[in-house]
């Protein structure tokens, strides 16, 4: 069983920043992939950012520039770093993690249990 615990979140005003916090355990060879979704009311999951363990990044066109993404392998933890926020980015956080169980396992996608951003105008 692996357990992706998420934290950080809250309500700010546009503008501002905050941080969000992923922290991985449980039955965890290596984690390739770690990164962040969001899902707004009414919409559906996209992608926010990606980092792989190499440290090399993908993030959505909305949040560049803004957000940063890192990540501690030893820790087995992702961040998220998210300044000047704006009320569009107002969502569930969630924190995704490709997981390998044992060498032999196959890689599998975990989930967080997700983090409520809200950014008032």
């Known amino acids: 069983q692996v357990q992706l615990v998420e934290s950080g979140g809250g309500l700010v005003q546009a503008g501002g920043s905050l941080r969000l916090s992923c922290a991985a355990s449980g039955n965890i060879f290596s984690i390739n992939t770690m990164g962040w979704y969001r899902q707004a009311p009414g919409e559906q999951r996209e992608l926010v950012v990606t980092?792989?363990?190499?440290?090399?990044?993908n993030y959505a066109d909305s949040v560049k520039g803004r957000f940063t993404i890192s990540r501690d392998n030893a820790k087995n933890t992702v961040y998220l770093e998210m300044n000047s926020l704006k009320p569009e980015d107002t969502a569930v956080y969630y924190c995704?993690?490709?997981?390998?169980?044992?060498?032999?396992?196959?890689?599998?996608?975990?989930w967080g249990q997700g983090a409520q951003v809200t950014v008032s105008s």
């Open positions: 980092i792989a363990r190499s440290g090399s990044t």
């Open positions: 995704n993690a490709v997981v390998q169980n044992t060498y032999r396992d196959p890689v599998t996608r975990h």
